[in-house]
């Protein structure tokens, strides 16, 4: 671990004018300090915002809810509102890590964790992720785990989120605060990029502004699921994940909102699977159509290439579920 | 009343009190008079080839940096691989003792400094560059190198009858290529070792499964007299083979030591254990079967192709269930391997025949649907009455009532036989069935054991105790051979000054060190028989029916406490060697344990995701020593064979020799949501050939046969039968439509 200073923020209002360019927020650090372990995250400051009131789940107005930076995944994934409103996000939320880890993340850090790429994690190996310009172990390499959606040849990263994916889904926008005390908001959706030719920039966050929270609109009606496919039925990341709303009225698809992850560098909103099964009947045949006409352009890289018929049918399988159809899943 | 602690009963952990309380010290945890400085691996980049230029400047500047250690400064040592006349175990294992680098993660510094955090920081500061050399990463089936023996002194090639002739007069036939992957121990501790040197003698605080041969490594690698070597290592959190030998930090340590005359800790951190400790290679095994009609092999071939790490002379016998499981007129087994520059491959959890078996069962199993044979009555009309490969009797075998006990507790009498036949909801369910073989060895062991005048009892030996319950059942033979409780029994181990024992591997530590245990307390019965005898208030006493018993000799209705035959002895205390050493047992007889194991998986027909729905076996491995550490050890097995089943894979990037998941996250071991309700059962029959206790090497037994129940499950289930392991979904979903 690099040598780094450390302080701790006692409000918001701390923060000012004073970070810096070589800072990062330190939260539950489930993820950064094994990273700053590893050399491959390397502040020269560490600004812990653990102490800041952002640890509330409060009601957001218009039937939504307002969640803290801070609030742990364990916290928000027990909610009452959320299990009972927002079921999604709180099947997400448990689908993910362990126990332990879930009691120590926190909302605006499970946003911020960043992928888990064998050649990202391998210091020894290229990774324009890590260091941009150096080339892609993976690429050519072993990339069972990475993108068919949305990658550039400079990097096939996955974004390892499930909580995310729900976020996306449940049209969730962020709180951010920058520096200079001004505000913004932005839809979760937009709040993760594409490698494009920055693969080093996992977010569009400008520098130094923080994530205050999340907002949660009241949820659209129909039955929410989420399913995480992986190798094993615990403490694996998704090799692909589908959250879903479908909503349907007379056989046919009144309204409907698809996620995926494991399958981009972004929670990935299927906004074409959408659009193809407004107003369909909610059949099998419909159902991978619209999955089709969202991974219409995927592209495998060898290792991966399974996850884009994986993706197709856990989709039709997941909205066959919240459908209705009778039926008992992989536990 | 029964003896609680007697042989075979349940007795919990004498040393679990110590290890769920912190205070059983294992290697890294040893606490000296003054903190140990910290050394960190700095691992090569490149998979062979000689270092150019090292620059530890600014690592050396680096806050808290004591020394870093290269081939240019560190204590003289033997060239690697010498004496070469020596054992695996016990040639040099000189670390930093050249430019040349071995394997990638091969050490090629290590940075010495007060803390972990500054240590690992300035190791990023070190400076290499290299000249590479061609390197072999690439294996496979051309592997063409017939190897001087196999693991255990095994033959490379077995040949009886003519095979060729009986496979192509076959009237069914089967010739299939199976694949198993590198794989890691995983061991929970990770490899760990603090040194200590006063310019005289060595001091070894480690986590290695064998004493003895750890002591000779370090006296041939560091050129020391082994008088002054000593060697600790009294809890071991895992090691299943990969700390037989010493690994690479504990060299390094020694090393740091000697440079400095300062202890020195180094802990492998989890990803230096994938490269910097042994690992299990990948295997390429073609199987060919011929049977008659009705279900008879006439013709077992194996054909094996694996790599093996330069200059480290360990070949995995994968045919070894293929030469020991079924009987078949001709028998072909051959190993061939191919020379690799890759980190050292050596033996893991049953070398041969866990990975031997997921092949080998799998094929029998493809066998007896080509057969038209349910795949347990295909079994069973093919059993040996005697070792097939060496032709000699078994010493007992047990294997055919281990299958029928199996499928009648299993309810295989339920299963529809046609595969893809049984659904529930979206999953398809599936029942497979594998056999279960592991020899059983004994080693030349010897202990010293003290009966003290209040009564207690003290065994010492330089056995270990990896975590499978060596302290329990020793402490139960002496106590049920001597009458006395648990509590008045001390076992001493993990200590190079103490009696040189078998150490742990190969299944065989409890059944030899128990055994020379057994011959120590026996000794030590006729030594107090014969004192008592010279009493004159027993003369009348009934010796003929002399037993022990609650801490008492009883003769008759007479019962003189132990303790007062010590102080009637004139000495304080009674001391007696002990010893035990294969015979004619092991030359006369083929010896081995058994079981059959069964396996209920569902399969997701939309996503392919495989889930162990239920698992049982069923065991024969002579007497039980203790039957709670024995289920542990079993339950252990079964747990791995569904890892090795679904998901164990050490992924190796041929471009530069290295594995690139190396850690717990992506090198994916079962968790318990993987694992479903195991039931295990054992048959208990003593074996009168195996040792003077009964008992059957039973480390190794379960992991044998269990990961192909749950491959053969899956083929039942699906219709669908993957040769390439591990079964993972994404070799199932194209054809689950």
């Not at chain 2, 279960?436 to 030349?444: D, G």
């Not at chain 2, 019965?525 to 208030?537: P, T």
């Not at chain 2, 040769?723 to 994404?730: E, Q």
Request: aromatic share 6%; hydrophobic share 40%.
């Amino acid at each position: 671990m690099k040598p780094f200073d450390y302080q701790r923020l006692a409000a918001v209002e701390d923060l000012g004018q004073r970070v810096s360019e070589g800072d990062r927020f330190l939260a539950g650090g489930t993820n950064l300090v094994d990273l700053m372990k590893h050399e491959i995250e390397t502040p020269e400051r560490l600004l812990d915002i653990s102490r800041l009131e952002l640890g509330q789940i409060e009601d957001g107005g218009d039937g939504g809810l307002k969640v803290g930076a801070l609030v742990t995944n364990t916290a928000l994934a027990s909610d009452a509102r959320v299990r009972e409103r927002w079921p999604l996000l709180s099947a997400a939320l448990l689908a993910g890590a362990t126990a332990q880890l879930r009691n120590r993340a926190t909302t605006g850090g499970n946003l911020l964790q960043r992928t888990r790429c064998y050649y990202f994690y391998d210091t020894a190996r290229p990774c324009n992720k890590r260091n941009p310009g150096e080339g892609c172990g993976a690429l050519d390499g072993f990339n069972r785990i990475h993108a068919i959606l949305g990658t550039s040849e400079q990097c096939i990263a996955t974004h390892p989120s499930d909580m995310a994916v729900a976020m996306v889904a449940l049209d969730a926008v962020v709180n951010l605060r920058a520096p200079d005390g001004s505000e913004r908001q932005l839809p979760v959706e937009e709040l993760h990029r594409l490698p494009g030719d920055e693969p080093q920039r996992d977010t569009v966050l400008e520098p130094g502004e923080l994530i205050t929270g999340v907002q949660l609109p009241a949820p659209p009606p129909g039955r929410q699921l989420y399913r995480k496919v992986r190798d094993r039925s615990s403490y694996a990341f998704a090799l692909v994940s589908v959250g879903a709303i479908l909503d349907v009225v007379d056989g046919k698809v009144d309204s409907v909102r698809i996620a995926f992850g494991g399958v981009a560098h972004k929670p990935w909103r299927a906004r074409k699977a959408e659009q193809a099964l407004q107003g369909q009947k909610a059949t099998e045949e419909n159902f991978l159509m619209a999955a089709d006409a969202e991974l219409a352009d995927a592209k495998g890289y060898g290792g991966n290439d399974f996850k884009i018929p994986l993706a197709r049918r856990t989709l039709a399988a997941v909205l066959r579920d919240a459908a209705g159809a009778e039926g008992e899943t992989t536990a | 009343m029964k003896n609680p602690a007697a042989i075979g009963q349940p007795l919990d952990r004498v040393d679990g009190p110590l290890k769920v309380s912190g205070a059983a010290t294992y290697a890294a945890e040893h606490q000296l008079d003054h903190a140990p400085l910290v050394g960190w691996i700095v691992e090569a980049t490149i998979p062979a080839g000689r270092i150019k230029a090292l620059d530890t400047g600014a690592a050396e500047k680096s806050a808290g940096v004591v020394a870093v250690l290269t081939h240019n400064n560190s204590p003289s040592q033997v060239p690697f691989g010498e004496p070469d006349d020596e054992g695996r175990f016990t040639q040099s294992r000189a670390m930093l003792g050249s430019d040349r680098v071995r394997y990638h993660g091969f050490p090629v510094a290590l940075v010495i400094a007060d803390t972990l955090a500054n240590a690992r920081h300035a190791a990023g500061l070190v400076e290499v560059s290299y000249d590479p050399a061609e390197a072999v990463t690439t294996t496979g089936s051309d592997a063409d190198e017939v190897p001087d023996e196999l693991d255990g002194g095994l033959d490379p090639d077995v040949t009886r009858g003519d095979f060729e002739q009986a496979y192509s007069e076959s009237e069914v036939q089967l010739d299939v290529t199976y694949t198993t992957p590198n794989q890691a121990s995983a061991a929970m501790e990770p490899h760990a070792t603090i040194a200590e040197y006063d310019g005289n003698e060595l001091w070894v605080y480690t986590s290695v499964q064998l004493i003895g041969p750890a002591v000779e490594v370090l006296a041939n690698t560091l050129k020391l007299d082994p008088d002054k070597v000593r060697v600790l290592s009294p809890y071991i959190g895992g090691g299943f083979g990969s700390k037989l030998g010493l690994h690479n930090e504990a060299i390094l340590a020694c090393l740091g030591a000697m440079h400095l005359e300062r202890p020195v800790k180094v802990v492998q951190h989890r990803r230096h254990v994938f490269h910097n400790a042994p690992h299990r290679g990948n295997s390429v095994q073609r199987i060919r079967l011929g049977a008659s009609g009705d279900g008879k092999l006439k013709a077992i071939g194996h054909e094996s192709y694996m790599p093996r790490a330069r200059g480290y002379a360990f070949a995995e016998p994968t045919g070894a269930s293929a030469r020991t499981t079924y009987h078949a007129d001709a028998l072909l087994s051959r190993h061939r391997v191919k020379t690799v520059d890759m980190s050292l491959i050596d033996s893991c959890r049953a070398p041969g025949h866990s990975i031997g078996s997921l092949a080998f069962e799998s094929a029998i199993d493809e066998m007896a649907y080509r057969c038209d044979m349910d795949p347990v009555a295909f079994r069973l009309v093919n059993m040996p009455d005697r070792e097939p490969a060496s032709g000699q009797p078994f010493s007992s075998h047990d294997l055919a009532e281990c299958l029928r006990e199996g499928a009648a507790k299993f309810g295989w009498d339920q299963r529809d036989p046609t595969p893809r036949s049984q659904e529930r909801g979206r999953q398809l369910v599936g029942y497979g069935v594998a056999s279960t073989i592991r020899m059983n060895i004994l080693v030349k062991s010897t202990t010293r054991i003290r009966l003290s005048d209040d009564g207690s009892l003290i065994a010492w030996a330089n056995m270990t105790d990896i975590g499978t319950g060596t302290y329990t059942i020793l402490t139960q033979i002496a106590a049920d051979i001597l009458g006395l409780p648990a509590g008045k029994v001390s076992i001493e181990l993990g200590d190079s000054a103490y009696p040189a024992s078998c150490g742990s591997g190969g299944s065989f530590g409890a059944g030899s060190s128990g055994s020379a245990l057994r011959d120590a307390c026996m000794k030590l019965r006729e030594k107090l028989v014969d004192i008592a005898r010279k009493q004159e208030s027993l003369k009348d006493a009934d010796f003929d029916g002399a037993s022990f018993e609650g801490g008492n000799l009883v003769l008759g209705d007479k019962k003189v406490p132990l303790a007062e035959l010590v102080r009637q002895s004139g000495h304080d205390y009674l001391e007696v060697d002990g010893k035990v050493e294969p015979g004619e047992d092991h030359e006369k007889y083929s010896q081995h344990s058994y079981g059959a194991q069964f396996a209920e998986v569902t399969v997701d027909r939309d996503t392919g995701e495989v889930r162990v729905r239920r698992m049982l076996g069923v065991f024969s491995a002579g007497r039980i020593l203790n039957r709670k550490t024995a289920r542990s050890q079993l339950l252990g097995g079964m747990v791995w064979g569904i890892s090795y089943a679904l998901l164990e894979e050490l992924m190796l990037d041929e471009r530069c020799g290295a594995f690139v998941n190396r850690d717990f996250a992506e090198y994916h071991l079962a968790v318990n949501r993987d694992i479903p309700e195991v039931e295990i059962h054992f048959r208990e029959q003593p074996d009168t050939h195996s040792n003077p206790l009964g008992s059957k090497g039973i480390g190794e037994l379960s992991i044998s046969g269990a990961g192909a129940a749950v491959a053969n499950a899956i083929y039942h289930a699906t219709g669908v039968r993957v040769r390439d392991f591990p079964i993972t979904l994404d070799k199932l979903l194209e054809h689950l439509s």
